[in-house]
């Protein structure tokens, strides 16, 4: 099969590898219809997660249907449509009766990490029957391939851990495809205003048709900060989300809470942030970070199914398989190349 492989940093191959096999009884081998490239595929090609080896297959999202299943495996059978969640959970451990999944004691966020992921032909998912979800009715595919990772990452890491609530103001730094995917879900709590902060015009002005009642251009830290402390009377907002990861966003993040606020971290950070725990102590601040856990799949596939949103939104480009290099190339290049997501199709 085709596989598009991490050949050491910098570098990536689409080559011919071996197709997977199941090897244990929990296992299914699912054959991919659609997968998407992610800002982490990008941070493993630039060396960033060095626990990535040579040859491992690049993605951690995607849907496809089930082409083999071991003998321990109930909920599928051969022939079903599934999403592959990001997050691979066995559903018996320490972490996973807590519904940590991102933490399982034999999974969390394995896949195009320290085992073959989804972009490839084919994909082995261990411990199938907790790590798979069957695709309703009526989901477009470019739909589905949102509940892989983007949307439960931008509602349980940002609005949930954030506790985004009716009539709050909502700060989001950063309107990549988590920063949006909190914009969405996070109208199911009916803020009364969502400020979306970026360094891209393009980015922030697509926020305004998915619902942000202001954006701001942070190109300039401070003037950022005094502009929301203008549009909140003073106080500064309930809920900052943070879906960058550098520690200027950070920063920015934590000068604009309001005292009970609560500062929601997503991002991926790579260096050490400076906490202004100075003034922060007396403010009643809640921070918060993590890692997405994927628990709240079956209820964001139910608010799809209704139509409460419609994340194929944020998919701005279209591929094929076998442009993978050129889709890396589109993807890199975001801000010129105006992408947000960008779909992988097989066929
Ligand atoms: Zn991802
Ligand atoms: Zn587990």
Same mark, same amino acid.
């Given at each position: 099969?085709?596989?598009?492989?991490?050949?050491?940093?910098?570098?990536?191959?689409?080559?011919?590898?071996?197709?997977?096999?199941?090897?244990?009884? =929990?296992?299914?081998?699912?054959?991919?219809?659609?997968?998407?490239?992610?800002?982490?595929?990008?941070?493993?090609?630039?060396?960033?997660?060095?626990?990535?080896?040579?040859?491992?297959?690049?993605?951690?999202?995607?849907?496809?249907?089930?082409?083999?299943?071991?003998?321990?495996?109930?909920?599928?059978?051969?022939?079903?449509?599934?999403?592959?969640?990001?997050?691979?959970?066995? $559903?018996?451990?320490?972490?996973?009766?807590?519904?940590?999944?991102?933490?399982?004691?034999?999974?969390?966020?394995?896949?195009?990490?320290?085992?073959?992921?989804?972009?490839?032909?084919?994909?082995?998912?261990?411990?199938?029957?907790?790590?798979?979800?069957?695709?309703?009715?009526?989901?477009?595919?470019?739909?589905?391939?949102?509940?892989?990772?983007?949307?439960?990452?931008?509602?349980?890491?940002?609005?949930?851990?954030?506790?985004?609530?009716?009539?709050?103001?909502?700060?989001?730094?950063?309107?990549?495809?988590? $920063?949006?995917?909190?914009?969405?879900?996070?109208?199911?709590?009916?803020? =009364?205003?969502?400020?979306?902060?970026?360094?891209?015009?393009?980015?922030?002005?697509?926020?305004?048709?998915?619902?942000?009642?202001?954006?701001?251009?942070?190109?300039?830290?401070?003037?950022?900060?005094?502009?929301?402390?203008?549009?909140?009377?003073?106080?500064?907002?309930?809920?900052?989300?943070?879906?960058?990861?550098?520690?200027?966003?950070?920063?920015?993040?934590?000068?604009?809470?309001?005292?009970?606020?609560?500062?929601?971290?997503? $991002?991926?950070?790579?260096?050490?942030?400076?906490?202004?725990?100075?003034?922060?102590?007396?403010?009643?601040?809640?921070?918060?970070?993590?890692?997405?856990?994927?628990?709240?799949?079956?209820?964001?596939?139910?608010?799809?199914?209704?139509?409460?949103?419609?994340?194929?939104?944020?998919?701005?480009?279209?591929?094929?398989?076998?442009?993978?290099?050129?889709?890396?190339?589109?993807?890199?290049?975001?801000?010129?190349?105006?992408?947000?997501?960008?779909?992988?199709?097989?066929?």
């Amino acid at each position: 099969m085709k596989a598009l492989v991490y050949a050491g940093p910098g570098k990536k191959e689409l080559r011919e590898v071996e197709k997977p096999r199941v090897v244990k009884d =929990s296992d299914a081998v699912v054959r991919l219809v659609k997968t998407t490239i992610c800002g982490t595929d990008l941070h493993i090609l630039g060396g960033d997660v060095p626990a990535v080896k040579e040859g491992t297959i690049l993605g951690h999202e995607g849907i496809g249907i089930v082409e083999e299943v071991g003998a321990g495996v109930s909920n599928f059978k051969v022939g079903d449509k599934v999403i592959i969640s990001c997050v691979t959970s066995c $559903g018996k451990c320490h972490y996973c009766k807590k519904s940590l999944y991102a933490h399982c004691e034999d999974g969390g966020w394995i896949l195009g990490h320290l085992i073959n992921g989804t972009q490839a032909e084919y994909v082995h998912i261990p411990h199938a029957d907790n790590s798979l979800y069957h695709v309703p009715q009526g989901i477009s595919d470019d739909a589905a391939v949102m509940i892989s990772d983007i949307l439960p990452t931008g509602f349980e890491v940002g609005v949930l851990s954030g506790q985004v609530s009716p009539g709050d103001v909502v700060a989001i730094v950063g309107a990549g495809p988590i $920063g949006m995917s909190a914009l969405l879900t996070s109208q199911f709590y009916s803020p =009364s205003k969502i400020i979306m902060i970026d360094l891209d015009d393009n980015r922030l002005e697509e926020s305004k048709k998915f619902g942000a009642t202001e954006t701001i251009n942070s190109r300039d830290a401070q003037a950022t900060i005094d502009k929301i402390f203008e549009l909140t009377d003073g106080r500064g907002v309930d809920v900052a989300i943070e879906a960058v990861g550098y520690p200027a966003t950070f920063d920015i993040c934590q000068r604009i809470l309001s005292p009970g606020g609560h500062l929601a971290n997503v $991002g991926v950070h790579g260096k050490p942030v400076e906490l202004q725990l100075q003034d922060l102590w007396i403010r009643n601040v809640t921070i918060t970070t993590g890692l997405v856990s994927t628990n709240t799949t079956p209820l964001l596939l139910k608010t799809l199914e209704t139509g409460k949103i419609k994340p194929e939104v944020l998919v701005t480009h279209q591929f094929k398989f076998d442009d993978m290099i050129e889709a890396y190339e589109t993807f890199a290049n975001a801000a010129k190349e105006h992408a947000l997501k960008i779909i992988i199709d097989f066929q």
